[in-house]
T-cell receptor, first 115, second 114 residues
Framework: EPEVTQTPSHQVTQMGQEVILRCVPISNHLYFYWYRQILGQKVEFLVS????????KSEIFDDQFSVERPDGSNFTLKIRSTKLEDSAMYFC?????????????FGPGTRLTVT | GDSVTQMEGPVTLSEEAFLTINCTYT??????LFWYVQYPGEGLQLLLK?????DKGSNKGFEATYRKETTSFHLEKGSVQVSDSAVYFCALSHGSSNTGKLIFGQGTTLQVKP
């Protein structure tokens, strides 16, 4: 069964460093998402991506964040200069269609630790 | 803004016990409602969904009914198994969002003991 994959499973980085989190969505899906979950808090929407551009983003997704689909299979989240508060589990998701009633398929997550 | 509230966990039950995990929401209009489950080391998986009032979603013995009058979507299962131990997330997707972004509750950890 097709699944969303994410690498790495755990990333440790120093404050101020750039990190790139990678995701491979399900191949025929059209909508892609990033969410994050700070330890002990809710899963929060960061950004959605469709047709090679951002379709919606949250207040969390500021200029330090960017997303890219560089080669038609990978979907990446870049954090330019990490802060301690960026430490979280980051989930990638994809969906065959957008809209409010369609299932999103999630990857297992990347745990980012900023020291 | 839109929000989802779940009962605090962890919930600890014995095998074959009845499960209820409460979920209430705040949203304008007519959101779709979801329950996702996360097993250890895995991503979130859709468990069930309901897209309009009075719809009942069901899967693997779990069910939840979209109650607009009480803005609730409580998850129930008649007889839990050890394999149901996981974290359960209630979520909504608002109609005004073309992309279908999900707004999650805080998650409820279920532990089922043999």
């Amino acid at each position: 069964e097709p699944e969303v994959t994410q690498t790495p499973s755990h990333q440790v980085t120093q404050m101020g460093q750039e990190v790139i989190l990678r995701c491979v969505p399900i191949s025929n899906h059209l909508y892609f998402y990033w969410y994050r979950q700070i330890l002990g808090q809710k899963v929060e929407f960061l950004v959605s991506f469709y047709n090679n551009e951002i379709s919606e983003k949250s207040e969390i997704f500021d200029d330090q964040f960017s997303v890219e689909r560089p080669d038609g299979s990978n979907f990446t989240l870049k954090i330019r200069s990490t802060k301690l508060e960026d430490s979280a589990m980051y989930f990638c998701a994809s969906s065959p269609l957008g809209g409010r009633s369609h299932e999103q398929y999630f990857g297992p997550g990347t745990r980012l630790t900023v020291t | 803004g839109d929000s989802v509230t779940q009962m605090e966990g962890p919930v600890t039950l014995s095998e074959e016990a009845f499960l209820t995990i409460n979920c209430t929401y705040t949203a304008t209009g007519y959101p779709s409602l979801f329950w996702y489950v996360q097993y250890p080391g895995e991503g979130l998986q859709l468990l069930l969904k309901a897209t309009k009032a009075d719809d009942k979603g069901s899967n693997k013995g779990f069910e939840a009914t979209y109650r607009k009058e009480t803005t609730s979507f409580h998850l129930e299962k008649g007889s839990v198994q050890v394999s149901d131990s996981a974290v359960y997330f209630c979520a909504l997707s608002h109609g005004s969002s073309n992309t279908g972004k999900l707004i999650f509750g805080q998650g409820t950890t279920l532990q089922v003991k043999p």
